[in-house]
């Protein structure tokens, strides 16, 4: 019986294994920013412990960066935050991409554009929505503060098997639907937690017409409908976006590795604990009319109402929304003026 890309990727980076147990996961890239890296690296100091492979961590500074008047950071915690990376990459011999540097970003957007984010990783950063990475094939999710210490002086994770699941976006989608439509159609469809306790493939030929910043915002939201991580099998498309970048093969050793990384492909005969499947024709540009990701539908559709549900923990949940957002049950989507329209910095 053939694999998933899920496992074929986690059972490679497996270094120690025991029944009933975490397995111990070896770790191939380390993305570190300013926030969720400062007690961490102290850790490190108190204990007398280098970090074990700082070629594979690049730090970048990202989350206090003020977006206008640089270099000046006025509030005095985020100055320290950027101010202890700086100290602490130069202290353990990390890569730092900080404010003025050329490859200064968004941590999730950098590893695509600087080739440092390639097919068969494991990715982890200190932030949610390190599953932006897995639009390129690989397993990215990500880690809390004592984990980021970890990753650092051993270069391995302790992590317990998610279950595989495959959402299947079948057929193609209309004019006019974005990636964004996707994946809030998807939560929309399934709920929040539908993909909770497992690592998500997205699969079907709606996926793979998709570039690679498409890719990236289906996986980035991928928690957003509740999934450890979620993922793309790599093809040409991935293979071509690479190519070129600053921390890519080059040459020979592109060819080589592209060979490998499409070979991650999940079988054609893979299985999975759980599928689900949804008609890209069915999607259409959506509007969220509540307070969390599967309070949407389409643009044709009308905000719903109380018979719209039959649990009454729901009934209440539309209640709160539409009391918070200031709707009503029934209204036409269409019908709402659009107030303020905001375009935001981060991948999600």
Known sequence: MGKNIIEKIWDKHVVYQEEGKPDL?????HL?????????????????????????SFATMDHNV???????????????????LAKNAEQFGVELAGMGHPDQG?????GPELGLTQPGKTIVCGDSHTSTHGAFGAIAFGIGTSEVEHVLSTQTLWQNKPKTMEIRVEGELPVGVAAKDVILAIIA?????????HIVEFTGEAIHKLSMEERMTICNMSIEAGAKAGLISPDQTTVDYIRGRKYAPQGEKLEEAAAYWLSLASDEDATYDTVRIIKA???EPIITWGTNPS????????????????????????Q?????????????????????????????
Do not use: W
């Open 25 to 29: 996961l070896y770790i191939d890239l």
């Open 320 to 348: 709160k929304a539409l009391a918070y957002m200031g709707l009503e049950e029934g209204q036409p989507l269409t019908s709402i003026d659009i107030q303020h329209v905001f375009i935001g910095s981060c991948t999600n």
């Open 295 to 318: 309070m949407g539908t389409g643009v044709s559709g009308h905000v719903p109402t109380q018979a719209d549900y039959e649990d009454e923990s729901d009934k209440a949940a539309l």
């Open 189 to 197: 469809k399934f709920g929040i937690g539908v993909g909770t306790g």
């Open 66 to 84: 003020p977006t206008k008047n640089l270099p000046t950071i006025h509030d005095p915690i985020a100055r320290n935050q950027i101010e202890t």
């Open 32 to 56: 570190i920013h300013e926030v969720t890296s400062p007690q961490a690296f102290e850790g490190l100091r108190m204990n007398g412990r280098k970090v074990r492979r700082p070629d594979l």
């Open 106 to 110: 968004i941590v999730h957007v950098i």
């Open 281 to 283: 024709e069915e999607i």
